[in-house]
Structures are given as C-alpha cells and as structure tokens.
C-alpha cells in the first residue's frame, strides 16, 4: 500500500494543524511532488488565507460531494507552484454536509492523479475529525508541549488506533528551547514516553509563523526560518528520506539524544 | 506533594517535572475508561473474591495501574498467607 494520503489532526483545536498542513503541502510541492491538499475543516475553513488563496475560490468540498461540480474543477492552483492544488472547505455549510464514505470516494479519485493528498482536519473527535481521518494512509497527530494537548493528543491516538488505520506519527508544535532547559516545558523525550509513538518532526515556536500568516506566504519559502526547516524536514520524512532532528538547543542534549534514538531506531 | 520546607529550601518540583507526573496519571484512567475512585472498588472487590478461597492480608495486597508503550496493565500483588497459619489463627 502506498502512503500517500496525510491527514493532520489534533483533538485540541488551535495546536497548528492548518499550519503545518499548508507547510508540508508547500515543500512536498517545492520538491516536485504533484500535491493536493484539502481543508475539511467545513464551517471554520482556514487553509486557503494559510496559502494564499481566497480570492480563487469559486467551488468547495461540498460543491464536488453534492455533484455541483467536478472534482478539477474545485481544485485551485497555487499562486507560485503550479504543481500544488487546494480544495476549500464550505464555508457556510456545516460538518455533517460530508461522510466518512463521501470522503473515502473523493480521495480515491486523487489517488490516481496526484502524489500526495493533505487533509486538514478540524479540531475535536467528531464527525468532522472521522470525515478527515477516514480516506487516510497516514494520521500525523500534532501537539504543543502542554497538558491539556498532550492529554487530547493522546485521546485521538486512541481512536486513530482503535480504527486500524495505518501509521501514526507525532509532530511537536511551538517547542520553546529555553523554557525546556529551565525545565518549565515538557520535553520531546517527556511527551515521547508518554504518548509512546513515533515522532516525525518538532518544530519551534517561531514568531515568523505569524508574519508568512499575515502574507499569505508560507513560512517553508523562508529559507532561513526554523520552523520552515522543521516543516521541510517533516516532508522529507514522510517521503520515507531520514534526516537528523534540528538540534534547536545546542547546550542541551534532548535535541540530540532524540535524533541519535531516531537514527538508531531507522525506520 | 511538596512540603513547606520543600519550598522555602527551593526544593519544590520543576513545573515540567508536575506536568509530566499529572498527565501521566490522567493517560491511565483517560485510556482504561475508568476514574480513580473505580479503581479503590475493583480493588476491594478483587480482595473479597480472593479472601473467599485463599487467607489473605488485604493490607498487604497492592493493585496498580502500569503503561507499557501504549497498553495499559493492571498488575496486582496479593501475597497469601501460608495455610498453616490460617489454621492455627482459626483455632485460636
Ligand atoms: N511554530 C509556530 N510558531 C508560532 N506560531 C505558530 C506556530 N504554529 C502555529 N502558530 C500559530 O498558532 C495559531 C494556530 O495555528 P493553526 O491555525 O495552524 O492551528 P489549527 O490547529 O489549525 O487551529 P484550529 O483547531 O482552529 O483549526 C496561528 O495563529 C498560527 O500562526
Ligand atoms: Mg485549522
């Protein structure tokens, strides 16, 4: 089977799910893949001011699920990757306009014409969470180093896993080095041991998220913001490619006891 | 719990290491479906059970919840009486 089809999702809402979706759509794009991603996140859509490209939109999800239209035509093509293609969640329509099965079909028809398929996935553990997680190969679940993240996390995780579906893997949001060190952050090796799965990317809080947000520019086009590394480095995992984690704190070890426990580990 | 000399002395548990142990705790009865309190039940009930086969010292018996990855374990210690005594302790 081919691991083509990423769903980002989190349990607790605002944790950076449409971020790093936006992200990792862009620098697999930026590497020559042909990549689609999709906002299921109806009611509350947020991936096309992400990307850049809300004045496109003329069909949705809803629009293909209700036989308005063609699936081709409510993809929209990036401004600056003409390889990179999003599909608008519905805006005035809510969650249950969409099935797990509906979604299962229209992911099916990408699979043939493109590389990868990107679902941005609403917080919460509902229907829109199973709509976003039903078609996928791949559940990547995101976190911030905080209790009450970490604890949703670990909910959806059970549910991810309770459902068979295939690999599940962590994304570490807005870690921040310093308070870490001074040990007033959970670490990556504490929420490790805690949630048990495999880590694929920890990306750093960085206050240039903010400003490729404002833009309408994401931040992997920065060739010199860290999190847009961490967001490449994310991409080329998924591609199957291992890369060392960053090493964001050099006078502290974790960075580097979690890379050598990746290499070392291999997958 | 830290004491008060805990924390004039400066002693007092870095907010991490508090996070970790707190979350720690919820995962295991968020993961079984079972609050803490239903845990003290199933442990008394498990010591009733048992007491009615085999001498037992229910202060002695220890239940607990472990993580393994992500399986959860409930390991239960009972130490048994040897049966000598039992019979000894009824003729008394
Ligand atoms: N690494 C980071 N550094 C700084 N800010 C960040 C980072 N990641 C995300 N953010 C900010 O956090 C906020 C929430 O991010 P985002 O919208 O991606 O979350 P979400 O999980 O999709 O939220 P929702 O659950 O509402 O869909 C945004 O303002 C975003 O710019
Ligand atoms: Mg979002």
Redo the contacts with the bound molecule.
Sequence with gaps: MTNKVITIT?GK????????TANIATALAVDGARVVCIDA?IG?R?LDVVLGLENRIVYDLVDVVEGRCRLRQAMIRDKRLPNLFLIPAAQTRDKTSVSPSDMVRLIDELRTECDWVLI?S??GIERGFRNAIAPADVVVV?TNPEISAVRDADRIIGLVEAEEKGPVRLVL??LKPELVKREDMLSPDDILELLAIELIGI?????K??LS?NRGVPIVLDGKSQ?GQAFRNIATRLAGQNVPFLNLEDRNGFFGRISRMMRSGGD | MSTFFDRILGREKRSARQAKDRLKLVLIHDRIDMNPGTLETLKDELIEVISRHVDIDPGAVHIKMTQDGRQQRLIADIPINPSGRRRSRKNV
Excluded at chain 1, 13 to 20: E, R, S
Aim: proline share 7%; hydrophobic share 35%; glycine share 12%.
């Design positions: 989190s809402g605002g944790v950076g799910k449409t971020t790093a996140d509350l947020n941005d609403p917080a995101i949001n807005r990306v750093p809080e960085d206050e998220v903010i947000t999190a």
